[in-house]
Each structure stands twice: as C-alpha cells, then as structure tokens.
C-alpha cells in the first residue's frame, strides 16, 4: 500500500513546520495531493524525497526562488553554473562573516576592565566597525596595486620633513608612511601616532619595537597614544599632522580640524588625504556601456561629488590656505572574474543585476582586456596641503 503522510506528520518527520511545508506549496516546490472530498493535504514518499532536495538546497544557502529553478529547469550546465555562483556568494558571506567576528573580538577586549555606560560603548562600537572597513579598504588596494609603498612615498616628499621636527599622525593604522620611509627619516624627527587599540595600529606598535630592538630605529622616535581622535586632547605643538584617509570615519570634522589648526606650530601644516572621484568615472563608463539604464549609478556619483564638495569646503573654512595635488593609482585584475568582484565592490547600487546577469557581463569584460593580458582601472587619490597662514 502506498504510504502517505499528513501535513502535521511530514512536518514532524522532517523537523520543520507545517507553516513552512504550506509556504513551499505556494512556491510550487511541494504540491500535496488532496482528498477530493475534504480536500485534506496528503505527501507521498515521493513528496518526503523532494522535501530532502529542497532542505539540502536551504543548507547550501540557496533561495526558495533558486530551488524552484535547480529543480525543475536547468540541465546539467546550468544547474553547475548555478552551483559556482552560489560558491561565489557564500564566499562573499564568508568574508563578510569574519569581518564581523574580528569585530566583535575587538568589542571583547574594549570591555575587558573597562566601564562604560551604553552610549560610550555604542560610540567605540561604531569606531571598531569603522576601523574594521578602513582595514578592508586597504587590503584591496594592496591586493590589486603596487601600493601602498608609491602612495606612503608621495604623501611623505609632499610633507618635506626635516630634522628635529614633531610630527602627529592622526589615525595611524597599519603605519604604511612610516614603514615604507623608515630609512628616509631624518635625524631627531619625533613622530606621535594616535589611534585605537584593536586595529591594525598594534601591528604597526610591535613592528616598532622590532625595528627598535634591531636598532634600526632610534627608541623613542615613534610613540604610540591609545584613544579615539575624537576624544583625545592634543596638547603639543607639531610642525606637521598627517590625516590618511581619516576623514570619512569623523562625525565632527570642522571641530577636529580647528583642533589640528590650533595645534599646529607657526607655518605648520596638516596633510590630508582621501580617495577621489576618478575610480567611479572609469566604472561607470565601463558600466555605461553595458547597462541600459545607469540612474542608480548616477545618483550614486552625485552624491559622491556632495561629499567630497563638503570635505573640501571644511578644510577651507579652517585653514588660510589649502593646496590640491592629486595621486595616480593604477589597479591590475589578473582575471574578468576578480575584475567583477572589484566593479561589484564599488557599485553596490547595480550589484543585483550585475549578478543576475553574471555570464553576460564576465564576456563583456573580458572583451576589454588590455594588451598586456591584465584588466585595468585608474583611480586618483587627493592630498591636501593645508597652513595655518598662506604657504
């Protein structure tokens, strides 16, 4: 005799709930029989199997939508194809997963032996997360350029040191000015760099005293203070204040920068740097090829232009005098496929649709492949001269 099952025992022989059995009934994964008189649901065991592919489908990450089509309409091919895109996108979870347990590891040691009312913690929360993408930011330029050692080299010819100075690096991370111009710093020239505990600022701590402890750096040339920009008191005068890619993680920036005016010595200055608008427009371009409608990406790019608008305006409000220069960076993509992901990256607002039409655009891309056998983009990087009077 056939066996058969209601909906409350499928449910309990599958571990789910007959809410969920009544919602994939809807999708058209799972369709009952039904007693013609009652119209009472009954499963087969037929049914019992495909309720297996459809929660071994749900373990591998997949939408009920993609079940719907693994399940019924793809060959072979397509059913791989759609195997490798899921593959791609749980790594991208993935990725995105650990970036979140690096933070929470932070906010771990931010509690310990230290007490906090909820908002204070919620602000070093926030500082940790933000941190946490400026990290990622680097890691990207790094992987797809030679920088940063050009960029630590640009920004440092630019600061024009000189010996017995005192320099402030406001957010110091990874310390990429420093370690790729070690060997350049001239005699008695004392660097303070500020930054949190529980970013890449601890690496750049112990190189320090590596470098130290190999006497290839006078003890003391490079000192470390613990705290958020926005809250620590500067109370020395310094000749130059480096602030790297900072700005965009400041809530008040007029008020820091009048903190940096007033702690600038006579003809002192403030380098400050962040990313321009010239990796957008090659994107875009790029994409404006390929997409028939670019609004989101339009929108996008306006809004862009405000901000860094708004970023410039700060600074002139402070400072006397502010001077632009700006910083070439080219970006290699050894395949079409890490040439997406970078352009997914940087577009969220098409992501969406770039990705459902993931194989026609890989060809596109692939179309645009330089001589050399590499996919390549352009971006510029503005550095900011800024004086307490004219220079």
């Given at each position: 005799?056939?066996?058969?099952?209601?909906i409350?025992e499928?449910?309990q022989l599958?571990g789910v709930?007959?809410?969920?059995?009544?919602?994939?009934e809807?999708?058209g994964?799972?369709?009952?029989e039904?007693?013609k008189?009652?119209r009472?649901r009954s499963?087969?065991?037929?049914?019992?199997r495909?309720?297996?592919q459809?929660?071994?489908?749900?373990?591998?990450?997949?939408?009920?939508?993609?079940?719907?089509v693994?399940?019924?309409?793809y060959e072979?091919?397509?059913?791989e194809?759609?195997?490798?895109a899921?593959?791609?996108?749980l790594?991208?979870?993935?990725?995105?997963l650990d970036?979140?347990?690096?933070?929470?590891?932070?906010?771990?040691e931010e509690?310990?032996?230290?007490?906090?009312?909820?908002?204070?913690?919620?602000?070093?929360?926030?500082s940790?997360?933000k941190?946490?993408?400026?990290?990622?930011?680097?890691?990207?330029?790094?992987?797809?350029s030679y920088e940063?050692r050009g960029?630590?080299?640009f920004?440092f010819e630019?600061?024009g040191l000189?010996?017995?100075?005192?320099v402030?690096?406001?957010g110091?991370g990874?310390?990429?000015l420093w370690r790729?111009?070690?060997?350049r710093?001239?005699?008695k020239?004392?660097?303070?760099?500020?930054?949190?505990?529980?970013?890449?600022?601890?690496?750049?701590f112990?190189?320090v005293?590596?470098?130290?402890?190999a006497k290839?750096?006078a003890?003391?040339?490079?000192?470390?203070?613990?705290n958020?920009?926005?809250l620590i008191?500067?109370?020395?005068?310094y000749?130059?204040?480096?602030?790297?890619?900072?700005?965009?993680?400041?809530?008040?920036r007029?008020?820091?920068?009048?903190?940096?005016?007033?702690?600038?010595?006579?003809?002192?200055?403030?380098?400050?740097?962040?990313g321009g608008?010239?990796?957008?427009?090659?994107?875009?371009?790029?994409?404006?090829d390929f997409?028939?409608?670019t609004?989101?990406l339009d929108?996008?790019y306006k809004?862009?232009?405000?901000?860094l608008?708004?970023?410039?305006?700060?600074?002139?409000?402070i400072?006397?005098k502010?001077e632009?220069?700006?910083?070439?960076?080219?970006?290699?993509?050894?395949?079409?496929?890490?040439?997406?992901?970078?352009?997914l990256?940087?577009?969220?607002?098409?992501?969406?649709?770039?990705e459902?039409r993931?194989n026609?655009?890989?060809a596109?891309?692939?179309?645009?492949?330089?001589g050399?056998?590499?996919?390549?983009?352009?971006?510029d990087?503005y550095?900011?001269c800024?004086?307490?009077?004219?220079?």
């Open positions: 005799m056939k066996q058969t099952y209601t409350g499928l449910a599958a709930s007959a809410k969920t059995l009544r919602v994939y809807m999708k994964l799972l369709l009952p039904r007693n008189e009652n009472y499963y087969t065991e037929e049914a019992v495909r309720l297996e459809i929660q071994l489908m749900k373990y591998l990450g997949f939408s009920l939508e993609q079940i719907a693994f399940l019924s309409q072979t091919a397509g059913r194809e759609l195997l490798l899921q593959k791609r996108l790594e991208r979870k993935r990725a995105q970036s979140v347990i690096a933070c929470v590891e932070r906010a771990v509690c310990k032996g230290n007490e906090m009312d909820t908002n204070s913690f919620l602000q070093s929360l926030g940790i997360v941190n946490q993408k400026a990290d990622e930011l680097v890691w990207r330029l790094m992987k797809h940063p960029w630590s080299e920004i630019q600061a000189t010996e017995g100075m005192c402030l690096d406001a110091a990874y310390g990429n790729y111009n070690l060997s710093l001239p005699k020239l004392r660097v303070t760099c500020i930054d949190r505990h529980n970013t890449h600022a601890d690496d750049f112990e190189y005293k590596e470098k130290e402890n290839e750096l003890k003391g040339q490079i000192s470390f203070v613990w958020d920009l926005e008191k500067i109370s020395e005068k000749h130059c204040i480096f602030f790297n890619h900072v700005a965009s993680f400041i809530q008040d007029r008020k820091l920068y009048r903190r940096f005016y007033d702690s600038l010595k006579e003809n002192g200055k403030l380098i400050c740097t962040w608008l010239l990796l957008f427009e090659n994107v875009t371009g790029l994409l404006g997409l028939e409608d609004t989101p929108a996008k809004k862009q232009v405000s901000v608008r708004q970023y410039e305006t700060e600074l002139y409000d400072f006397g502010v632009q220069r700006t910083y070439l960076t080219k970006l290699h993509f050894a395949t079409a496929e890490e040439y997406m992901d970078y352009i990256q940087v577009c969220k607002p098409v992501e969406a649709e770039l459902q993931r026609e655009f890989l596109f891309l692939q179309s645009r492949k330089k050399n056998g590499q996919y390549e983009f352009v971006r990087t550095l900011y800024c004086g307490r009077e004219e220079m």
